[in-house]
């Protein structure tokens, strides 16, 4: 959040301290959040998603696994389990649907913010005929394009489809965020078409990538900071209001910890889903 006791918080040069937690969407706070029709925005999992994520989290076998306990995969590589499940290329249809809940929530949080976003088929492609997941027409100053597009990954910070089976549910690295930056800088600098958008279409490529205990990548956060700032402005010139500086970071601060705690329940559902 946004250090509220620094007065010059806004000035240029001075940089926000952005935290998230990756239990932020637990609160009731989530709630408040409701579209025109007074219908809470975003999914609710259902009771057995709920039961498979406390359960991934606390490290023990969701009771959903339990017709397939001490079953081999079809990979024939190792047992399905949890850390299994989330890694193994034979259940990437599940990581499709997982994927889709969080790009989901991505998109409702810019068209929240007054952003237009186009996603599947409406998605330009890149030269090499690849697209993103989501284009946000946006004036973010992000790299100084109008217009941006998004790569969504939720990734397993532990092994789980290695040949050594000590390693096994191990981390995959000492820092768990580091698994996250590797995955973006896989994505910023290992795909051809990221520089493809930046020269011909001049469109800013950003992967958005998460973990499925719910860390966030620095760069995800601070996007939907941004977008809380954007929400923020829209909302007092819809009340024809100038606020102060106090009002306007309450209202950006509150704003943020929405879109915190949608993504947050977005990953927690994906995370189930893939069991
Ligand atoms: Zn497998």
Redesign the pocket.
């Known amino acids: 959040m946004p250090h509220r006791d620094n007065a010059d918080a806004d000035a240029p040069g001075k940089q926000h301290c952005l935290t998230y937690s990756g239990l932020t969407f637990l609160p009731l706070h989530y709630s408040t959040w409701t579209a025109p029709s007074g219908v809470a925005v975003g999914p609710s999992p259902t009771l057995q998603e709920w039961q498979s994520w406390f359960c991934q989290c606390l490290g023990i076998a969701p009771p959903a696994m339990a017709p397939y306990a001490n079953q081999i995969?079809?990979?024939?590589?190792?047992r399905?389990d949890t850390h299994?499940?989330h890694?193994?290329?034979?259940?990437s249809g599940n990581w499709y649907c997982a994927h889709e809940f969080v790009l989901s929530a991505v998109a409702d949080i810019a068209q929240a913010a007054g952003y237009r976003t186009n996603r599947g088929k409406r998605v330009p492609t890149s030269r090499g005929q690849k697209r993103g997941d989501l284009e946000i027409v946006v004036d973010l100053n992000v790299a100084k394009k109008r217009t941006l597009i998004i790569d969504v990954a939720v990734v397993h910070a532990f092994h789980g489809?290695v040949a050594h089976p000590e390693r096994h549910g191990q981390l995959r690295h000492p820092n768990p965020d580091k698994v996250l930056i590797d995955t973006v800088v896989a994505k910023a600098q290992g795909n051809e078409y990221r520089p493809d958008y930046l020269r011909n279409h001049t469109k800013a490529f950003l992967p958005l990538v998460m973990s499925t205990s719910g860390r966030l990548h620095g760069e995800f956060v601070r996007l939907l900071y941004i977008l809380a700032h954007r929400r923020a402005v829209r909302f007092f010139a819809t009340l024809d209001y100038e606020p102060c500086y106090e009002e306007l970071c309450q209202r950006r601060g509150a704003f943020f910890f929405q879109h915190c705690a949608r993504i947050g329940l977005a990953g927690a559902q994906a995370a189930a889903l893939r069991m």
């Open positions: 995969c079809p990979c024939h590589r190792q399905l299994h499940l890694t193994c290329p034979i259940h489809k």
